[in-house]
C-alpha cells in the first residue's frame, strides 16, 4: 500500500500542483477585484486562496509547508494576480474559471487525503485533511474579504459535497488495498464530474427545516434582508 501511495504523489504532482494553485488563486483575485482590493491586497487574497489550504494541511501533518520551500508555488498566485488585476475581460470568463476551479478541487481533495493517510492518520482525520485542501483556501479568503464563504452557504450550488465524496472514497480505496494511480485519478475526475454537475443542474444542500420552523416562532430577528424566500417565510404585520 505505502509504494502504491507513494506512486500517486510522484513526479506528475507538481505540475498539476501548480495548475490546481494556479486556478484557486485566479478565484481569489476575482474576489479581491470585485471588492476592489489594491494590487498587494489581490495578490493576499490569491495566495490565501492557492495555498491555504494546503499551508493548513502541512501544519496539521506537522511538516515544512512545500509552499515555503518551492518558488513555484508563490509564483502560481503572482501570475493569476497579473492575470486578473490588468485585465478587465477575466471577469467575463466565468465558464473557464468554473472548469478549472473544478478540477483542482477534484484533485486537491485526492492528493491532500493522500498525503494525510502517508503520515499515519486514520481514515477520517485524513478525509477531513483532504477536504480541508481543496476548500480551505477558498474559505480563508472569503473571511479575509468579509464575505461568508460561497461553499458553506446552502444556496449555492455544491462544492464542499464533492470534496467530501471524493476524499471518502480514497479512504475506502486505502482500506480495501485498492487505492491506485489509476483508482485515484478515477476518484478526482468524479469529484470533478460532480462538482460541474451541480454547477449545470444547480444542485444545492437542503435548507434547515428547523431553522425556519425557529424563525417562523420568533419574528424577522435573525433573517437575512436580501433573502426573499425568508421575507414568505415570516408574514408582516400590516397597519
Not at 483556501?137 to 455544491?158: F, K, M, Q, T
Request: aromatic share 8%; net charge positive; proline share 4%.
Amino acid at each position: 500500500m505505502i509504494h502504491s501511495l507513494h506512486g500517486i504523489v510522484g513526479d506528475v504532482q507538481y505540475p498539476l500542483d501548480l495548475v490546481g494553485v494556479f486556478a484557486f488563486a485566479v478565484c481569489g483575485a476575482l474576489i479581491a477585484t470585485r471588492e476592489d482590493f489594491d494590487f498587494f491586497g489581490t495578490l493576499l487574497l490569491a495566495e490565501a486562496a492557492g495555498l491555504g489550504g494546503g499551508l493548513f494541511r502541512d501544519l496539521v501533518l506537522r511538516i515544512q509547508p512545500v509552499a515555503f520551500t518551492d518558488l513555484g508555488y508563490a509564483t502560481a498566485p503572482f501570475l493569476a494576480t497579473l492575470l486578473v488585476f490588468f485585465n478587465s475581460r477575466a471577469h467575463s470568463w466565468d465558464t473557464a474559471w468554473d472548469v478549472a476551479d473544478a478540477g483542482a478541487l477534484g484533485m486537491f481533495c485526492v492528493t491532500g487525503t493522500v498525503k494525510a493517510l502517508q503520515h499515519g492518520l486514520n481514515a477520517p482525520a485524513s478525509a477531513a485533511l483532504g477536504v480541508t485542501t481543496a476548500v480551505g483556501g477558498g474559505v480563508v479568503c472569503s473571511v479575509l474579504a468579509r464575505e461568508i464563504p460561497s461553499s458553506l452557504i446552502w444556496d449555492r450550488d455544491l462544492y464542499v459535497v464533492p470534496a467530501v465524496c471524493g476524499a471518502g472514497l480514497v479512504t475506502v480505496l486505502h482500506a480495501t488495498s485498492t487505492l491506485r494511480v489509476a483508482t485515484a485519478v478515477a476518484v478526482g475526475l468524479l469529484a470533478f464530474a460532480l462538482r460541474l454537475t451541480a454547477l449545470r443542474l444547480k444542485w444545492r444542500t437542503p435548507r434547515s427545516a428547523l431553522w425556519r420552523r425557529t424563525a417562523a416562532r420568533t419574528g424577522s430577528r435573525h433573517r437575512r434582508r436580501d433573502d426573499p424566500a425568508r421575507d414568505r417565510l415570516i408574514p408582516t404585520s400590516k397597519t
